[in-house]
């Protein structure tokens, strides 16, 4: 008997087939609304319109309001007879759609043009809302109830950092009990292989600044004052070699080691080395590193990246100007078990051990990085439920390289999370013509279906 025999699937899955054209209007619909949280556009309308759609589906819902922010839409759809309870995170808020001159359809219109909507937001991350939406309608409309009950947290600032993601999750914390967690990202690798991402890198963000004069004066006076520049250019030098390895003491002592699963994990993901060179337009990666090494530095190894530097004349011709301040905005990717907190005094002791006690610092984010244990039930339901929907072996991410805020979910609540969805390559996610292909929704949403039966149906 297959699982979805056996799990009486084959009914949802009909009625997902059968309403394909809904989710598809309803995705149309979210994306029609504009939701920048960057820059503060239309996002209490698409947060009271998110709460309406579960609100149909017959979810107790409230809009949380933020101390500073938009509201969080939370939702519950409890069932008493059910053992399992799933949390579901997604965010309604979606990156600025400029330059709006390279779109071949306006941003906000979601156009369907060859088995795809085109729209801001459409894949990043309207489409895993519309889907998580269409699988639960599915259960309800053909048995009348969920196999788990639900809880759906869905953020307005996700895009910008979730500067307020932990100030609601303190609040509800008490109420977000359950027993794992699905993710707002996920969905097909390249060559249409289904992937599960299991944690996401932390992040410290910090911008340095260092001032050596009270004014940028005349640069004949570098032959008797410090430069900022050359200051801060000497101290920066300090954190890494040129093999991209961190030199601030400390800073590797509470990195957790792979356990032997996600090895065999990282070894088993597939990684066209030769593309990804020519994509990024490199001759090497650091350090030599290829095959395993090369993906375990994506997965797990923590970064010093020099994301801007600014200081005296970058204009045309020239100006010989001694600046009288130089600064640099740093993105440190963290990995398990490293604290922000811990390693932003490592970072400032550092400074202070090599004669740079008075270069400024100022942290602008701090998350912790995620990662929820291979061997979790979740993980394992996942697996077997993308094989059943797809038909392939899926591929398993110990981690993505990118950061997000999964930690609050799998530290903060306790809940094994699993990034998994309708997602595609090639969508254009941040970038100018997103788009979802329908096929992929359709897909994805049964997926999710799979899970929640599935995880319903666990015993331990
Ligand atoms: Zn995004």
């Known amino acids: 008997m297959s699982q979805a025999q056996e799990l009486d699937l084959e009914r949802v899955y009909a009625h997902i087939d059968a309403h394909g054209d809904e989710i598809v209007e309803r995705l149309r619909t979210l994306c029609r609304q504009p939701s920048v949280s960057a820059q503060g556009l239309g996002l209490e309308e698409m947060a009271r319109l998110v709460r309406r759609m579960l609100d149909e589906l017959g979810f107790q819902t409230e809009l949380v309001p933020l101390e500073d922010g938009p509201p969080v839409v939370y939702g519950e759809l409890l069932n008493p007879n059910a053992k399992k309870t799933l949390v579901i995170y997604n965010h309604y808020d979606v990156q600025p759609p400029e330059p709006l001159e390279l779109w071949e359809s306006d941003p906000w219109a979601a156009e369907v043009r060859d088995g795809k909507v085109y729209a801001r937001g459409a894949a990043d991350n309207k489409a895993n809302i519309a889907s998580r939406l269409a699988a639960i309608e599915a259960f309800l409309k053909t048995r009348g109830e969920v196999p788990c009950s639900i809880k759906w947290v869905i953020e307005g600032e996700e895009e910008i950092g979730s500067p307020h993601l932990r100030e609601f999750i303190e609040r509800y914390k008490g109420r977000l009990k359950g027993d794992g967690a699905i993710w707002e ?34 640069s004949a006076n570098a032959a008797i004052v410090e430069s900022p520049v050359w200051r801060l250019i000497r101290a920066l030098s300090t954190l890494q070699d040129g093999e991209g390895r961190i030199l601030v003491e400390g800073w590797y002592d509470d990195v957790r080691d792979f356990t032997p699963e996600e090895l ?117 339901v996942a697996r077997e439920t993308a094989r059943e929907v797809f038909q392939k072996e899926p591929n398993v991410h110990v981690s993505s390289g990118g950061s997000g805020p999964m930690y609050h979910f799998t530290t903060v609540l306790g809940l094994p999370t699993v990034a998994i969805g309708c997602n595609h390559p090639y969508s254009n996610t941040h970038a100018p013509n997103e788009n979802q292909r329908i096929d992929v929704l359709v897909q994805g949403t049964k997926w999710i279906a799979a899970v929640i039966a599935r995880f319903g149906a666990l015993t331990a």
């Open 185 to 218: 990202f996920g969905g097909l690798d390249y060559g249409d292989v289904p992937g599960i991402t299991l944690g996401l890198k932390g992040m410290l963000y910090v911008e340095l600044r260092v001032q050596t004069l009270g004014r940028d004066a005349h």
């Open 264 to 380: 065999e994990a990282l070894e088993r993901e597939p990684l066209d080395e030769e593309q990804l060179k020519r994509d990024l337009g490199v001759p090497r990666f650091l350090r030599g590193m290829t095959g395993l090494e090369l993906k375990k530095a994506l997965a797990g190894a923590p970064t010093a990246n020099l994301a801007g530097l600014w200081a005296g004349y970058t204009g045309r011709g020239h100006k010989t100007v001694l600046p009288k301040e130089a600064h640099a905005k740093m993105d440190f990717r963290l990995v398990p078990d490293q604290d922000p907190q811990k390693l932003k005094a490592l970072l400032r002791q550092h400074l202070e051990r090599h004669g740079f006690g008075d270069v400024e610092l100022t942290i602008q984010a701090e998350t912790p990085a995620a990662r929820t244990p291979i061997t979790a039930p979740i993980v394992q």
